[in-house]
């Protein structure tokens, strides 16, 4: 089942404007973490989030966590057109044997930065 | 991908066969994963290993085994291959664990298969 649910599917902006993805879950987490995967290519790590914090920063790249409302923000400023890609959140609900991460992944949102 | 590999990165073959598929790391962690994924269903889990010998399912593992008889190695057979096992495969690795984890997954390439 799915436990992350991107939200919009599609993305389309001008280079240099800001983008905003948001991940909705339905069931307490451990950490919440957000993947970008090239066409072609496997995913990549960009940021994990723990369920005690509420922001996290890293480059361009700012991410929230509101565990109240079950919900995660992605937000890429300064967008390049590198930064076409599709997103996904994914969720580690802490219930796996012998300390295995078993994510649960939402099916993405593909981001299109137009130059 | 730097310390993870899979082969092969592309395989046709036929209902009914065997499949094999390979996933190979330099980094000694410790649990593995395969994944898969399709239109509209994101990336599911299909089976992972928290050690040499010890692996468990996933949520889609109906069709599938797995092995891991050394730490770098974790493969994925498909018992006898049907046309909706046709999909992109990932294989991912990872340190972390629980609450105080502060690494996510690191993925292969992707193996895509198609079963015709």
């Not at chain 2, 730097?2 to 790391?25: D, F, M, N």
Request: charged share 20%.
């Amino acid at each position: 089942s799915q436990q992350g649910e991107e939200d919009p599917q599609a993305l389309s902006i001008q280079e240099g404007e800001n983008a905003t993805m948001n991940c909705s879950y339905k069931t307490s987490i451990n950490n919440l973490q957000w993947y970008r995967q090239n066409s072609g290519r496997g995913l990549v790590h960009l940021i994990l989030i723990r369920s005690n914090e509420r922001e996290k920063h890293s480059g361009r790249l700012r991410v929230t966590l509101d565990t109240s409302k079950k919900s995660s923000s992605l937000l890429i400023t300064a967008s390049r057109a590198a930064d076409t890609a599709s997103y996904f959140c994914a969720t580690d609900e802490g219930e796996a044997d012998q300390g295995a991460q078993k994510l649960v992944f939402g099916q993405g949102t593909r981001l299109t930065i137009n130059p | 991908d730097a310390g993870i590999t899979q082969s092969p990165r592309h395989k046709v073959t036929e209902t009914g066969t065997p499949v094999t598929l390979r996933c190979h790391q330099t980094e000694n962690h410790r649990y593995m994963y395969w994944y898969r994924q399709d239109p509209g269903h994101g990336l599911r889990l299909i089976h992972y290993s928290y050690g040499v010998k010890d692996t468990d399912k996933g949520e889609v593992s109906d069709g599938y085994s797995v092995s891991r008889s050394k730490t770098e190695d974790f493969l994925l057979t498909l018992e006898s291959a049907t046309s909706s096992q046709t999909s992109v495969y990932f294989c991912a690795i990872s340190i972390g664990t629980g609450a105080y984890s502060s690494n996510g997954y690191t993925f292969g390439s992707g193996t895509r298969l198609t079963v015709v």
